[in-house]
């Protein structure tokens, strides 16, 4: 088990982490998601001592890592697959780790087969592909048998065949009772592998939550809806009148219009009331992706100024809601239900759990400096 209070870290004015609290538990694959830059390298260091906390702390089977005895037998970690001399083939490169931890030598040849290397352990790791480095990294944190494991972006460079190895192999992991923490940016495949999500962005907490209930809570139904192209008065007034019955109306980049709250038959009758012609009326499924997109969206450091997403930041302060200033509409609805509405909140958002702190322990002092999940990024985010 993997618990983590209050944990901050401060890289001179930088707030790299942010009073997390979250516990990591044995017998299941617990998926750690945020966007670039949110903190989850640093926070999977200072879980391997690599790193000291500014304030807060985090142990593993209730030790400090530095602490913990035998450490490498029971806490195996890939943290950077190109960490490896890469003049030594990779059977010395593991082997020498494996003396290094008082792990008997023919651990070495077991890991190499486990991770599939087992013809290539002759083989100089200065020529391995970008895939055979991460199976390498994977195999150096299995050396130890270890009960805890954390990977950070194990799937990268990986080709399809390998990131169902790695999902397989976390899987399994997990139902001998280990614990495993793997970090990624991408939600699509944590929602295959993990059982349980933490999700950052900007050094905080915005998700602590089972997969199952990150789906319900977030698997949002819309109706897609097309009036004739070229007669956008005809979109216009379909979007004031369902905005008016209470629907939620946000803009597609095709001229379609997404709409949740109003039912699709409803759609339909409110389309012929205000004598609106439709070209589609179509009922969808928003992606897992999509929904994790949106959580962190206002969390994100670094965007393309060719990203449509741009101009969509949600600002600072409380959660935007429709018709809220700043979305001021070309043509509100009575009621002030305004259309487009601002970027949508993910319905019924988990919020994160708490945990009881340790005894002795000291919350952080709110600062100014501290991220916001929804600010907009700023110069010196990127510092
Ligand atoms: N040693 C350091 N000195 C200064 N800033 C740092 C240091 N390490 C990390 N940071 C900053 O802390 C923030 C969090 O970085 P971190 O690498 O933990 O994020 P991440 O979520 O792992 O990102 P990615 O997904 O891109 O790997 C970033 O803004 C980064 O620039």
Same mark, same amino acid.
């Given at each position: 088990?993997?618990?983590?209070?209050?944990?901050?870290?401060?890289?001179?004015?930088?707030?790299?982490?942010?009073?997390?609290?979250?516990?990591?538990?044995?017998?299941?694959?617990?998926?750690?998601?945020?966007?670039?830059?949110?903190?989850?390298?640093?926070?999977?260091?200072?879980?391997?001592?690599?790193?000291?906390?500014?304030?807060?702390?985090?142990?593993? @089977?209730?030790?400090?890592?530095?602490?913990?005895?035998?450490?490498?037998?029971?806490? $195996?970690?890939?943290?950077?697959?190109?960490?490896?001399?890469?003049?030594?083939?990779?059977?010395?490169?593991?082997?020498?780790?494996?003396?290094?931890?008082?792990?008997?030598?023919?651990?070495?040849?077991?890991?190499?087969?486990?991770? $599939?290397?087992?013809?290539?352990?002759?083989?100089?790791?200065?020529?391995?592909?970008?895939?055979?480095?991460?199976?390498?990294? #994977?195999?150096?944190?299995?050396?130890?048998?270890? &009960?805890?494991? !954390?990977?950070?972006? %194990?799937?990268? @460079?990986?080709?399809?065949?390998? #990131?169902?190895?790695?999902?397989?192999?976390?899987?399994?992991?997990?139902?001998?009772?280990?614990?495993?923490?793997?970090?990624?940016?991408?939600?699509?495949?944590?929602?295959?592998?993990?059982?349980?999500?933490?999700?950052?962005? *900007?050094?905080?907490?915005?998700?602590?939550?089972?997969?199952?209930?990150?789906?319900?809570?977030?698997?949002?139904?819309?109706?897609?809806?097309?009036?004739?192209?070229?007669?956008?008065?005809? *979109?216009?007034?379909? $979007?004031?009148?369902?905005?008016?019955?209470?629907?939620?109306? &946000?803009?597609?980049?095709?001229?379609?219009?997404?709409?949740?709250?109003?039912?699709?038959?409803?759609?339909?009758? !409110?389309?012929?009331?205000?004598?609106?012609? !439709?070209?589609?009326?179509?009922?969808?499924?928003?992606?897992?992706?999509?929904?994790?997109?949106?959580?962190?969206?206002?969390?994100?450091?670094?965007?393309?100024?060719?990203?449509?997403?741009?101009?969509?930041?949600?600002?600072?302060?409380?959660?935007?809601?429709?018709?809220?200033? $700043?979305?001021?509409?070309?043509?509100?609805?009575?009621?002030?239900? @305004?259309?487009?509405?601002?970027?949508?909140?993910?319905?019924?958002? %988990?919020?994160?759990?708490?945990?009881? %702190?340790?005894?002795?322990? &000291?919350?952080?002092?709110?600062?100014?400096?501290?991220?916001?999940?929804?600010?907009?990024?700023?110069?010196?985010?990127?510092?």
């Amino acid at each position: 088990m993997i618990e983590a209070y209050g944990l901050t870290k401060r890289y001179g004015a930088k707030t790299a982490v942010y009073n997390l609290s979250f516990q990591v538990r044995p017998g299941a694959v617990t998926g750690f998601l945020g966007p670039n830059g949110s903190g989850k390298s640093t926070t999977m260091r200072m879980i391997l001592g690599l790193d000291e906390p500014t304030s807060g702390q985090v142990t593993v @089977g209730g030790y400090n890592f530095r602490n913990l005895p035998n450490a490498p037998r029971q806490v $195996g970690a890939l943290l950077d697959a190109k960490a490896v001399h890469s003049g030594r083939n990779a059977r010395n490169h593991l082997l020498s780790l494996a003396q290094l931890s008082g792990i008997p030598a023919r651990r070495v040849d077991e890991v190499l087969g486990v991770v $599939g290397l087992q013809e290539v352990g002759s083989k100089r790791s200065k020529g391995f592909s970008l895939g055979m480095g991460q199976r390498l990294g #994977i195999a150096a944190a299995l050396l130890g048998d270890p &009960q805890v494991l !954390l990977f950070d972006e %194990p799937v990268n @460079g990986l080709d399809p065949e390998g #990131i169902l190895w790695v999902r397989n192999l976390m899987k399994r992991l997990a139902s001998e009772g280990r614990t495993v923490f793997v970090s990624s940016h991408l939600m699509s495949e944590m929602a295959q592998t993990a059982d349980h999500l933490i999700v950052i962005g *900007r050094g905080q907490m915005m998700a602590d939550t089972s997969v199952d209930n990150f789906i319900a809570q977030n698997s949002v139904g819309f109706a897609r809806v097309r009036t004739p192209d070229g007669e956008p008065e005809q *979109r216009e007034k379909l $979007g004031a009148a369902l905005a008016a019955a209470g629907g939620q109306v &946000q803009p597609e980049e095709d001229g379609a219009l997404r709409v949740t709250g109003v039912p699709l038959p409803q759609i339909s009758d !409110l389309a012929h009331g205000a004598d609106v012609r !439709l070209w589609e009326l179509s009922p969808h499924q928003a992606s897992l992706e999509e929904a994790y997109m949106r959580m962190t969206q206002g969390a994100v450091d670094y965007r393309s100024t060719a990203d449509q997403r741009t101009g969509l930041q949600t600002p600072a302060g409380p959660p935007a809601g429709y018709g809220a200033p $700043g979305g001021a509409p070309p043509y509100g609805a009575p009621g002030g239900a @305004g259309y487009p509405p601002q970027q949508p909140q993910p319905q019924g958002q %988990p919020q994160p759990q708490q945990y009881a %702190p340790p005894q002795g322990w &000291q919350a952080p002092p709110a600062q100014a400096a501290a991220p916001t999940t929804t600010a907009a990024p700023t110069p010196e985010d990127h510092r």
